[in-house]
């Protein structure tokens, strides 16, 4: 009797497990278009590599591409010369790239108490916009937005930073070392 009862078991626990060897791939699929929505959501919020704005920027690198990265990194160690080119190159790196607490508290550490700045609003005596102070504060990342990088030297070992935004504005910001480390002196934002 027992015999019976165990392959009366064996039999139950057969025809449960066809079943659900039936339900297995609507299971899957299920759980599968969970994954996809869940993970394209997460990706929209937080996109890895941010894409051009415009399509005249389709050939340029973005300026925290790895290879991007190196090659601005290289062009202000040269210009830094022997006045600690890594501290430029980082501070850069965390103006064009940065996007969290840390990066920004870097970035104002780094930054001079006031700092030049253009005033659309405002013009000089040769009609151009007019250069203003404003505090260093107030300064903003780029936060990874930075297309067509340009590294140049400025007077007396400054080195400028010059970007376009993706869209119809070109950027820069200005390095430099008036005391012992490099701070940003001056930003600039021109727009078609």
Known sequence: MAIVG???????????????????????????????LFSSAYAHTFPIKPAPFNDRFQGYQNAC??????????EIHVLAANHEPAL??????????????QSYQYVISHTAETIRSVDTER??????????????????????KAWDVRVSRLYAG???????????CSSSFEIDRPARHWVIVATDVMCD
């Open 65 to 74: 591409v790895f290879s991007e990265r190196q090659r601005i990194e290289a």
């Open 88 to 101: 430029a190159s980082r501070l850069a790196h965390e103006m064009l790239c940065g996007d969290n607490y």
């Open 6 to 36: 165990n392959e009366a078991i064996m039999v139950v626990a057969n025809q449960d497990c066809q079943k659900m060897k039936r339900y297995r791939p609507a299971i899957t699929t299920l759980i599968l278009s969970a994954l996809n």
């Open 158 to 168: 400054g080195i400028e930073i010059a970007f376009s935004d993706g869209g119809p």
């Open 123 to 144: 013009y000089d005596e040769h009609g151009h916009f007019a250069a203003v102070q404003v505090a260093g504060a107030t300064i903003v990342l780029v936060r990874r």
